[in-house]
């Protein structure tokens, strides 16, 4: 048994699969995502590559704010709708039935039906090649109050978030460790 060896492609996997909302409460929209992901700590910042004919390439360029909201089982249909259709021809808020939240500091709405809706603003836009990479700094993080424990953090095992991987989208799986399990001392 050995590697077989592929010329370059996209194969990290798995992916989130992010809706992500732009434009005005008025004027907004929502893409489907997979190119996404954090990029540093303090401050916290993330990326979202897209390309420059995605109907909301423009209206992330010109406003320069977004917000990522994470999806979930409940959210796959949408999710995938919202990657297959443009806003240009359809309001994807009424389509798919999703109500607009405002958000703390940007313009954009959230996703109301998202667990959790991440604002950002544009810092640098990375003209790669066919996409192009919005790194933005992360201002705040909205949260269901309904994922949140009585400890006070997030339950990421209540909100069934999904995750993207060959073109399939995938529920979570079972939980198998947690950071530092391999190094801790058996008691
Ligand atoms: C699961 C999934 C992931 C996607 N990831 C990206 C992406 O990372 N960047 C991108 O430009 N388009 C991506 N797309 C395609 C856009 O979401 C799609 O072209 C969408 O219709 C564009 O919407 P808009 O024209 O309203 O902006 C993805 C689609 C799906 C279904």
């Given at each position: ?20 909302s ?45 917000v ?40 954009c709405?959230m ?77």
């Open positions: 048994m050995s590697k077989v060896t592929w010329k370059p492609g996209t194969f990290i996997n798995p992916v989130p699969a992010v809706m992500v732009c434009g005005t409460m008025e004027k907004s929209n929502i893409v489907t995502v997979a190119w996404t992901g954090t990029i540093n700590s303090d401050p916290a910042m993330c990326y979202i590559s897209l390309r420059p004919t995605r109907y909301s390439y423009n209206l992330i360029r010109e406003s320069g704010e977004f990522i909201n994470l999806t979930n089982e409940e959210l796959a249909r949408a999710t995938d709708w919202c990657g297959c259709r443009s806003g240009e021809k359809y309001d994807k808020f009424k389509e798919m039935n999703l109500s607009k939240e405002k958000a703390t500091i940007v313009n709405p996703i109301k039906e998202s667990p959790a809706s991440i604002e950002c603003k544009v810092k640098e836009i990375k003209e790669l090649g066919s996409h192009h990479m919005f790194i933005a700094e992360v201002l705040a993080i909205n949260v269901k109050d309904k994922f949140i424990d009585e400890k006070g953090a997030f339950d990421i095992q209540k909100c069934n978030l999904i995750s993207y991987a060959n073109g399939g989208y995938y529920a979570q799986g079972e939980k198998i460790g947690r950071f530092g399990f391999s190094v801790k001392k058996k008691l």
